[in-house]
């Protein structure tokens, strides 16, 4: 949630996350990722490579970065989902603004009460 001091209003963000192994790494993840983005202001695309990455698997992400350039959502490849440090920001994702109705459905469908609950506490802060 972000408040701007001469925008009115609050803006809230939700980010969401389609992840695929790098053996289940293509072109297809984008799309996935984009159809996540009619409930989401934010799409990321998480490349779970499990170590370092072979030549094979480089030349693999080179058209999924690309696409994934081309629609605005995020790209990271991971080389331990454990280790933060290994997480590779590929592309960055653009902010969209979602339908506030499928975006309040999402929240209402996808995240707990507690989050919920704390989304409202945000809110009225």
């Keep these: 949630m972000t408040r701007y001091r001469y925008i009115p209003g609050v803006f809230l ?3 969401t996350f389609e992840v695929k192994t ?3 790494l293509d072109v297809t993840g984008v799309y996935e990722a984009l159809a ?3 409930s989401a202001t934010r799409a990321y695309l998480l490349c779970v490579a499990d170590g370092p ?3 094979g698997q480089k030349e693999r992400i080179i058209p999924v970065e690309e696409e994934a350039a081309r629609h605005g959502i995020g790209l990271f490849v991971i080389d331990n989902v454990r280790d933060h440090e290994t997480w590779t920001e590929r592309c960055e994702a ?3 603004d979602a339908d506030p ?3 309040n459905d999402f929240i209402a469908r996808q995240l707990s ?3 919920q609950q704390n989304i409202l506490e945000w809110l009225r802060g």
Excluded: Y
């Design 36 to 38: 996540h983005r009619r």
């Design 53 to 55: 990455l072979t030549d």
């Design 13 to 15: 963000d939700v980010t």
């Design 101 to 103: 109705e499928k975006l």
């Design 113 to 115: 009460g507690e989050l």
């Design 22 to 24: 790098i053996e289940a």
């Design 94 to 96: 653009r902010r969209f």
